[in-house]
């Protein structure tokens, strides 16, 4: 079969062979990967994506959407899967740009400041491994943070690990919907700020934006971060009222 010829030869001159990069099947959810190389006629070549160390299958044919992280936010071109490539022990996958990178505009997002136990650790999200390969606790452990504050888009904490800029999350935090009533939700991210501290024995502080994620978990989220703002109102004005 021929290969069709990209329309857009300079979307190289975006990316950067080696990064860390995200597929998403449907525009919501992300699966981590790495671009593994930039061919002459400008295929993308990218390994498996994984799901918990579980190959998520692409046909050939197949449009998905490629998406990368800069300073200063998120990109995405729309591909289409050419080929499926076995390279010794891995398999990587071709992909035809059929669009320019776009910025994708976050959305504003209220930020409530409370201070939440959350767990995180690393997702490398990389198929430089096997590719049955499950995440081990002892391989990668969590490290127990509490947030700063927290949006639909994203969260802030406090943490001991230095991290980059652009490495990949796999959190759970802990919604307080009442005293008696823990929820424990589980997101990726991506670190888009990180600055050393000196606070409550943290030495960094991260600004994670939030992987795309479902819409039942997001209601969820919404819901609560609504309610929190409410009692807070709700707090403001009796204290107001004893005055």
């Known amino acids: 079969?021929?290969?069709?010829?990209?329309?857009?030869?300079?979307?190289?001159?975006?990316?950067?062979?080696?990064?860390?990069?995200?597929?998403?099947l449907d525009g919501d959810t992300l699966y981590p990967t790495l671009l593994e190389d930039i061919t002459e006629d400008k295929r993308l070549i990218v390994s498996v994506p994984l799901y918990r160390g579980i190959p998520i299958i692409l046909k050939l044919e197949q449009h998905v959407k490629f998406f990368f992280f800069r300073d200063n936010g998120r990109f995405c071109?729309?591909?289409?899967?050419?080929?499926?490539?076995?390279?010794?022990?891995l398999r990587l996958i071709s992909l035809l740009?059929?669009?320019?990178?776009?910025?994708q505009q976050r959305r504003n997002a209220f930020r409530l400041s409370i201070g939440l136990s959350a767990l995180i650790r690393p997702y490398s999200?990389?198929?430089?491994?096997?590719?049955?390969?499950?995440?081990?606790?002892?391989?990668?452990?969590?490290?127990?943070?509490?947030?700063?504050?927290?949006?639909?888009?994203?969260?802030?904490?406090?943490?001991?690990?230095?991290?980059?800029?652009?490495?990949?999350?796999?959190?759970?935090?802990?919604?307080?919907?009442?005293?008696?009533?823990?929820?424990?939700?589980?997101?990726?991210g991506i670190i888009r700020q990180f600055q050393s501290i000196e606070y409550l024995g943290a030495l960094y502080r991260l600004g994670v934006e939030f992987l795309p994620y479902s819409e039942k978990l997001r209601s969820i989220v919404a819901k609560y971060l609504l309610k929190k703002q409410q009692q807070i109102i709700r707090t403001e004005l009796d204290f107001d009222s004893l005055q």
């Open 77 to 89: 071109l729309d591909v289409q899967v050419e080929e499926i490539i076995l390279h010794g022990p």
């Open 97 to 103: 740009p059929l669009s320019e990178p776009h910025k």
């Open 1 to 24: 079969m021929k290969k069709k010829e990209t329309s857009y030869p300079e979307i190289s001159m975006s990316l950067k062979i080696g990064e860390k990069i995200g597929i998403s």
């Open 125 to 188: 999200g990389n198929t430089l491994i096997p590719d049955f390969y499950f995440e081990d606790e002892d391989i990668t452990p969590w490290e127990e943070v509490l947030t700063n504050n927290l949006s639909e888009t994203g969260v802030s904490l406090n943490s001991i690990v230095p991290h980059n800029i652009g490495d990949f999350l796999h959190l759970k935090i802990t919604l307080d919907h009442a005293r008696d009533h823990l929820e424990q939700i589980e997101l990726f």
